[in-house]
């Protein structure tokens, strides 16, 4: 196996791990809603966490044809001769996961591209869009949530948003300055909790992994919940401030009026996400989540995920090589170990009834004590020509065996003990090739 298939069978196997992950959130969102949203913005934020670090936190099983799964085209692994345009086919065998892993770099890059050019499109905000010509009563608020935060107005956004780190600009749109005193202090206290909160440096960590992870909807779906629920923390800071819910609500409706009716103008993409229904959803409802319940679907939630967790990775792990590497040369080495118990492949009735023949190079490692521990196929052919023709290919452009023939050689060899192998006085592993012929009399 090519060091690209593996990548490409283990960005599978991930894939759809979270995949599982994204399904049993979404499902149990609604069977055992957390209401809270700072709760919900930290559970949502570790789950993340957890879909991205899976590969971590998870044993890699061994590859082998005989019991891992395949992500290439089946013909690779059928009993057909190669001929007239054979040689393409081999051709695009060999070269399917580098293209893959072609196409997926592409992608990210063209995604990183826009979030770069985003990034420029707010540098150029902060050089030229003018300072606030701030009232007084929004001097002295802004003064006590983020006094390093600059505030300023642009005709080019037709949102406020809120961007930086160390100096946070919040970008306030022209309509602001003709809305009533309510609304503008509602908007206001927003970005700047916002500012106060650094909440850019998440949104920045969340935009690169959408970049990287373009072609997965389940990451896209948790970056989006992950964001709602930070909106819908702001919002409830904001309401607890201001103590009233309708003129926040009508704040938002107003600034979503004026969005839908703007031009879209190129910027980063955090500007254009709007879960305006579920945030004024959540303001207008009256009962608040008990912290008895909260913690009790939170419990709930996070067991009910983690078994998911365990059942994704037990159903599709993800693959390390198969084989140890190679022991290293030594002159004093061994000789070939000597085979004590070799049972004979048992040929599968199907494949002598279709007439089918075969040639495999097995590999196999030897344990200390004789034992197979790793056995896989590494060239098969269905006849010794072609096996020959085989030579210096390698993954799944080297198996052109049958499938059934395969399976009986591997049970065969899993069963073959040795003699231990001595070096220096000591048990070592061994690796050696065997050679499994069925041939029909």
Not at 30 to 54: K, N, S
Request: proline share 7%; glycine share 6%.
């Amino acid at each position: 196996m090519s060091g690209f298939e593996l990548v490409v069978r283990n960005l599978v196997a991930w894939s759809v791990q979270v995949g599982v992950l994204g399904l049993g959130a979404a499902g149990l969102a609604r069977l055992l809603p957390i209401e809270r949203p700072a709760t919900r913005l930290a559970f949502g934020q570790a789950l993340l966490v957890l879909a991205i670090g899976l590969p971590l936190l998870q044993p890699w099983s061994a590859g082998g044809p005989s019991i891992t799964w395949t992500v290439g085209p089946p013909s690779a692994t059928l009993s057909k001769p190669v001929a007239g345009h054979g040689e393409a086919a081999v051709g695009f065998l060999e070269a399917w996961p580098a293209l893959v892993v072609g196409l997926l770099v592409i992608g990210a890059g063209m995604r990183l591209a826009r979030m770069c050019a985003g990034l420029l499109r707010l540098r150029t905000l902060r050089r030229s869009a003018p300072r606030l010509d701030e009232a007084p009563w929004l001097a002295v608020l802004h003064s006590e949530v983020a006094p390093r935060a600059r505030l300023v107005t642009s005709i080019e956004v037709s949102t406020p948003a809120t961007f930086g780190l160390r100096h946070p600009v919040v970008v306030l749109p022209t309509t602001f300055l003709s809305m009533e005193k309510e609304r503008q202090e509602a908007i206001a206290l927003h970005e700047l909790l916002h500012a106060r909160r650094g909440d850019w440096l998440p949104l920045m960590f969340e935009e690169l992994l959408k970049a990287a992870f373009f072609f997965h909807p389940a990451v896209h779906w948790l970056v989006s919940r992950v964001r709602l629920a930070r909106e819908q923390t702001v919002d409830a800071a904001v309401v607890a401030r201001l103590g009233g819910r309708e003129t926040y609500v009508e704040s938002l409706v107003e600034v979503a009026k004026f969005a839908a009716r703007a031009r879209a103008v190129p910027a980063a993409p955090f500007f254009r996400e709007s879960h305006l229904r579920e945030r004024v959803d959540l303001l207008l409802k009256e009962v608040t989540m008990s912290h008895v319940r909260t913690l009790v679907h939170l419990s709930l939630t996070g067991a009910a995920l983690v078994l998911v967790a365990a059942a994704a990775v037990s159903a599709v792990p993800l693959q390390r090589a198969a084989l140890s590497p190679a022991l290293p040369p030594d002159k004093t080495a061994a000789p070939e170990p000597k085979v004590v118990h070799k049972p004979s492949p048992t040929y599968p009735p199907e494949a002598k009834a279709d007439k089918v023949e075969g040639i495999f190079l097995i590999d196999v490692i030897i344990g200390k004590d004789g034992v197979i521990r790793d056995a896989r196929v590494t060239t098969s052919a269905p006849t010794l020509e072609r096996l020959k023709a085989l030579e210096g290919r390698t993954g799944a452009a080297s198996l052109e065996g049958d499938e059934r023939l395969a399976t009986a050689a591997l049970e065969a060899v899993k069963q073959w003990r040795y003699e231990p192998t001595i070096r220096d006085g000591q048990a070592v592993e061994a690796r050696l090739t065997v050679t499994i012929r069925f041939r029909l009399e």
